[in-house]
C-alpha cells in the first residue's frame, strides 16, 4: 500500500483540507492511502511540530511521499529536512516539482498556501506524486547527501 502523508500548520489548514478531499475522491495519483496527521483547525499551532510528524512517518514508511502546506512551505521545508533521509522539496512551480523528484528524489513537497488556489497547488502536487526519479547520476548526488547526513 502506497501512503502519502499530509501535514500543515494553521495558514496552510484551510488548503490542506481541499488537497486531501480532491486525492481523497478522485485518487488521482494512484495511491491507496492518504493520512492526515494534523493540524486539525485554523487555530495558531507551530509549524514545526507538523513538519516532523510528516517527515517521520515519511522516513519510517517505504514508498510513501509527504505533503506540507504552510504560509509560504518556507518553515515547513526546513523544519522536515531536519530528519534524516528526508529530502523535502519547497516547489512553487511544475519546473520545480519535475527537478525535486527527476534529479533529487524528493519525498516531501512542501507548498505554500498565502496567496495561492487549490487550481494552482493541485497539478503540482499531483506532479510531484507521479513524476519518477530518473537514477544515474542523480542517485550518486543523492547518496553524497546521506552520507553528509551521517
Known sequence: MHTIFIGSDHAGFMMKEEVRKVLDEFNTSGYTKIQDVGCYSIERCDYPEFAFRVAKKVRDT??????????????????????????????????????????????????????????????????????????????KRIDLIHNIED
Open 62 to 139: 517505504p514508498n510513501s511521499f509527504g505533503i506540507l502546506i504552510c504560509g509560504t512551505g518556507i518553515g515547513m521545508s526546513i523544519a522536515a529536512n531536519k530528519v534524516k533521509g528526508i529530502r523535502c522539496a519547497l516547489c512553487h512551480n511544475f519546473t520545480s516539482v519535475s527537478m525535486a523528484r527527476k534529479h533529487n528524489n524528493a519525498n516531501i513537497i512542501a507548498v505554500g498556501a498565502c496567496g495561492t488556489t487549490s487550481v494552482t497547488l493541485l497539478p503540482l502536487i499531483t506532479g510531484f506524486l507521479n513524476i519518477k526519479f530518473e537514477g544515474g547520476k542523480h542517485k
